[in-house]
């Protein structure tokens, strides 16, 4: 299913950053494929209580906007208010309640959708008295928070997820069909890769209308398996801006990855991995989906270059080390047919069932080799491990104290992982438990 959009807006230096930091848990660098742009939007998912969801963090806006990076960053914020299902608009206290709220306030009543009034900065209980004002925003609820010492965001996270629509049924896809999306940024080769893979002469194509707005699903039989290649080319609803491309062109790039069990990440060999790609590409991680990296247009790249290349292309992606990388020419046909073989093995590869024993050897066998470091005087105990039910890809260690686990030592349990059960291709997410809680993963909850 497709994760509802949450956007966050207002004028400059109101805290929108600190607070989706605060709600992810983590810094999150602004990023952008446009020289001398910092204030460009971020697209984060986000999980909270039994909700997936995403959040924009849009750029800030003057009232008198007058520069032309200006005018961009409004319209970003003009287009993701366009796209998303709940608007929240971010005011700061210690201002006070200025012109540029005003102007926001009035673009957001008029997208005539559900909103938040979060008034940020609220550091200390004498404070919460001085965010009565902004009620004559018209913007209801008024709740206030302060992201820099988390004060009152359960109150608005909870109040988000309950604007949400409700959550879509999963699609009726067979257990034995490999779903699969090819995404990536525009220009790169998608939908000729796409045309190449269907054209191939063992592939037996049928059309079939999908559940997302203007996709179309192309369903295929090869070499005897099954596939549903999730549509992503072409963005149908073009804005009247580059940047409202780009925005687009990521948001259905989620869908998509949503709705399938590996994803084709296509690259333009002849340009740098940009920051698109690198957002797109970690959103596949955190989502569990298998994922390979096509390097399409490689034609174009010179022979005597290629190996620079590729050394070139590894430390740019250096966190994508276990996915499979695929050098093709989708317009020549060049190595086009390796694409589908190699998503079925990382499909495969993905769905692997193991046994609570088998697991826990190798973890076991990975701690003697190489015991975890001591934090003070107390060192992690891994009482016994397992594969989580619902997603293969998830595997649960009950330990001692969660907060003995160093991230260094997490991601070496992870390779062994990978290394011992072949997992090329699939993102492996390990969470640790407290021993002798009954572990209970958030999506058995939601269908017991």
Not at 110 to 136: M, P, T, W, Y
Not at 190 to 203: C, E, F, G, Q
Request: with cysteine.
């Amino acid at each position: 299913m497709s994760r509802p959009v949450v956007a966050l807006v207002g004028r400059t230096n109101v805290g929108k950053s600190t607070l989706l930091n605060r709600i992810v848990g983590s810094r999150y660098a602004v990023v952008d494929d446009q020289p001398h742009v910092t204030r460009d939007r971020l697209i984060v998912p986000v999980s909270w209580g039994d909700r997936d969801l995403v959040i924009v963090d849009t750029g800030g806006w003057g009232l008198d906007a007058g520069s032309a990076m200006d005018v961009k960053v409004k319209q970003q914020a003009e287009i993701a208010i366009a796209r998303a299902d709940v608007l929240v608009l971010v005011v700061a206290v210690s201002d006070g309640l200025i012109a540029s709220d005003v102007e926001a306030a009035g673009l957001v009543r008029s997208a005539a959708k559900a909103s938040i009034l979060v008034v940020n900065k609220v550091d200390h209980e004498r404070h919460e008295s001085q965010a009565g004002e902004f009620h004559q925003l018209g913007i209801e609820p008024v709740i206030p928070v302060s992201a820099l010492h988390n004060r009152g965001i359960d109150e608005f996270m909870n109040a988000v997820v309950g604007m949400l629509p409700p959550s879509e049924p999963p699609e009726p896809y067979a257990e034995d069909v490999i779903r699969v999306a090819i995404v990536g940024r525009p220009n790169a080769g998608k939908s000729t890769l796409l045309n190449a893979i269907l054209n191939d002469d063992r592939a037996i194509v049928d059309e079939a209308p999908g559940t997302t707005r203007d996709s179309l699903d192309a369903e295929l039989s090869w070499q005897g398996r099954r596939f549903v290649l999730v549509d992503t080319a072409g963005i149908r609803k073009r804005s009247r801006i580059d940047y409202g491309v780009d925005y687009f062109s990521v948001l259905r790039a989620m869908q998509a990855i949503d709705r399938c069990d590996v994803a084709l990440l296509v690259l333009d060999a002849t340009e740098p991995a940009t920051a698109q790609d690198v957002t797109i590409s970690r959103y596949v991680r955190e989502s569990g989906r298998g994922l390979i990296l096509v390097v399409n247009k490689w034609d174009l790249v010179p022979a005597e270059y290629r190996d620079a290349h590729k050394d070139w292309m590894r430390r740019r992606l250096e966190f994508l080390s276990f996915v499979p990388v695929l050098h093709v020419s989708a317009k020549e046909r060049r190595n086009v047919k390796t694409v589908l073989q190699r998503a079925f093995e990382v499909w495969k590869a993905r769905g692997q069932r193991l046994a609570r024993s088998t697991v826990d050897a190798v973890i076991q066998a990975a701690i003697e080799r190489h015991s975890p470091p001591r934090v003070g005087t107390r060192r992690l105990n891994v009482v016994w491990a397992h594969q989580d039910a619902t997603d293969p890809w998830r595997f649960v260690l009950h330990v001692n104290d969660p907060a003995l686990v160093p991230s260094t030592y997490e991601r070496y349990l992870e390779r062994e992982l990978r290394r011992e059960f072949k997992y090329n291709g699939v993102p492996l997410h390990l969470e640790f438990v407290p021993a002798g809680r009954r572990y209970r993963h958030r999506k058995e909850e939601e269908t017991s």
